[in-house]
């Protein structure tokens, strides 16, 4: 089919972020945009990843553009407390190619040379410390709460544009699409309900009825109707998948609380912490904080889980911004939709699938799959054919069944077994990863499009160097035993070892000097101005 027209259903970030980028990226497409006028948004923040660099270089915008207007901050890693061990321990998750731990190449494969290590030296390199030998920069860049753009490369493992990520309120942030990009590219807006539609002899779309009246056409309909996934599962069948053999948090609180001290509180990464049947995101923003308890309503009732998460929220602030935090309720589906793209209807975001945000996913999925998109209709000036569909069906699967199953490992290689939640997790539930087979025997049969740049590094990312932390922080440890060590190597391994300590201390100096993430973004990016602090005093 040729594509000349695309409709997208559905506001919010998700139909914004597929409006800006369609938009600007396919000038030869005419976009328009329907939207309820009654269907609001909610946002207490949300935890990116590294590949969204990418979506925002494809529009051409640079931090100072956007961040401030979307009271955005930095994330250079995610830290994951009580995961292990309800004991307050932690590890981190940073975001670096960097090989720090040997400070130079061809020193072996990290984890490996880590769980040497670890079983030569345990007091010196136990669990939380595989980010801080793997990526020292980042990471302590992290620890500290520090930022700099590493403008004369001091650290030669950092980069900051590639090594940071943001929390950003997604609802700004796809208002600020809309108005910078989305409509200035052409794109039409429409306020209007949708209530009907109807099919060609094919099943094809080729109308939709809108509550004022309008009837509209198009070559191509994005859903971006949240769960409710409109189109794609109501209207094209497209069977939802549940991952609730795999993932089995199926309820969250949510809530937005202030600052109480905004340098402090203002980390440059995302918090996860474990409670007893489930896991509190903190995400802070500009102006405030976002945070939530992501629970099992199988092990836990929505009553006792508000309980928990308020003697939680205790245990990071005042009892008073605890006891009256604003909270809502949440329901959640993980799954997706058995193909994204059926005939004239793709997918995107939560009308597609959902994986719990344990790996902020939740804006990843959705530019990776606007990427894909937008890829092809580029690809033959918007013809579209069936092979182009099944190749972009396979890749967001596979990419999909990926996060799932990496966010799965944080359950399944847990110590934890203190509560029934835990047990579950390590002893019971399914986890079976399909990593690397498949994908490359599709490989060659959609190339460039399984196999694209923005693809790859995500696949790169999830499924090899991410594991490597988790599965580190969780204490595993390929080689256990001091006896499996050859002898001939424990000189190379105290060498090392020296020389990982003389760079760890060098690295711990020169970032204790660097301003806050606070003090760095105040100057940076919000030009001085901080508005927020200004009314809490």
């Known amino acids: 089919m040729k594509v000349k027209t695309v409709n997208i259903v559905g506001g919010g970030s998700s139909g914004w972020m597929a409006a800006a980028a369609l938009g600007k990226m396919c000038p030869n497409i005419e976009v328009t945009l329907i939207e309820s006028p009654n269907i609001g948004t909610v946002g207490v923040g949300e935890s990116t990843l590294g590949q969204i660099t990418l979506f925002l270089d494809y529009l051409g915008l640079d931090d100072e553009d956007w961040m401030s207007e979307c009271d955005a901050t930095y994330k250079n890693s995610i830290r994951f407390t009580n995961f292990r061990e309800n004991d307050g321990t932690s590890f981190q998750y940073p975001f670096s190619d960097g090989l720090d731990y040997a400070d130079k ?16 030296y345990p007091d010196r390199f136990t669990p939380d410390t595989f980010a801080k030998f793997y990526a020292t920069v980042p990471t302590y860049i992290a620890d500290m709460n520090k930022q700099t753009r590493n403008a004369i490369n001091k650290f030669r493992h950092y980069n900051f544009k590639w090594d940071t990520a943001y929390h950003v309120d997604a609802q700004k942030f796809g208002q600020f699409l809309k108005n910078k990009i989305a409509l200035p590219s052409g794109v039409k807006h429409i306020v209007a ?132 935090a604003e909270m809502y309720h949440v329901e959640m589906r993980h799954g997706r939709r058995e193909k994204g793209w059926i005939k004239n209807v793709v997918g995107v975001g939560l009308s597609y699938g959902f994986v719990e945000p344990l790996e902020s996913t939740g804006l990843l999925t959705t530019h990776e799959n606007i990427n894909k998109l937008v890829e092809i209709l580029n690809r033959r000036n ?114 090392i070892k020296n020389r990982h300590e003389a760079y760890e201390s060098w690295v711990k100096e020169e970032v204790s000097q660097l301003p806050s993430h606070y003090k760095f973004l105040l100057k940076e990016i919000y030009k001085g101005v901080d508005e927020y602090a200004i009314q809490e005093k």
């Open 105 to 120: 190449e061809g020193a072996g494969d990290p984890i490996n040379v880590w769980s040497e290590l670890s079983t030569l």
């Open 193 to 324: 309900n949708v209530i009907d539609h109807n099919k060609d002899e094919l099943g094809y779309i080729n109308s939709v009825s809108l509550d004022n009246g309008e009837v509209l056409t198009a070559d191509l309909w994005v859903d971006c109707t949240g769960f409710k996934s409109m189109l794609l599962e109501d209207w094209m069948g497209s069977e939802f998948k549940s991952f609730g053999t795999h993932l089995f948090n199926d309820s969250a609180w949510a809530a937005r609380i202030p600052y109480e001290n905004r340098e402090e509180e203002m980390h440059n990464y995302t918090d996860c912490h474990a409670l007893s049947s489930g896991w509190v995101w903190n995400i802070p923003l500009w102006s405030r904080i976002g945070t939530g308890y992501v629970y099992s309503s199988k092990f836990i009732s929505k009553e006792d889980a508000k309980k928990e998460f308020i003697e939680h929220l205790k245990t990071t602030g005042s009892a008073e911004r605890a006891e009256n």
């Open 382 to 495: 918007g013809f579209v054919s069936r092979t182009e569909k099944e190749g972009f069906n396979y890749a967001v699967e596979n990419e999909v069944l990926k996060f799932r199953d990496f966010v799965s490992t944080h359950y399944s290689l847990s110590t934890r077994d203190d509560t029934p939640y835990w047990r579950y997790c390590t002893e019971v539930h399914d986890y079976y990863p399909q990593y690397f087979d498949e994908y490359v025997s599709k490989n060659s049969q959609y190339p460039n499009l399984v196999g694209s740049v923005t693809i790859s590094k995500t696949y790169h990312d999830t499924s090899f160097i991410a594991p490597l932390f988790v599965a580190a922080g969780m204490g595993f440890k390929p080689i256990s035993t001091k006896e499996m060590i050859h002898p001939t190597k424990i000189p190379y391994l105290e060498e």
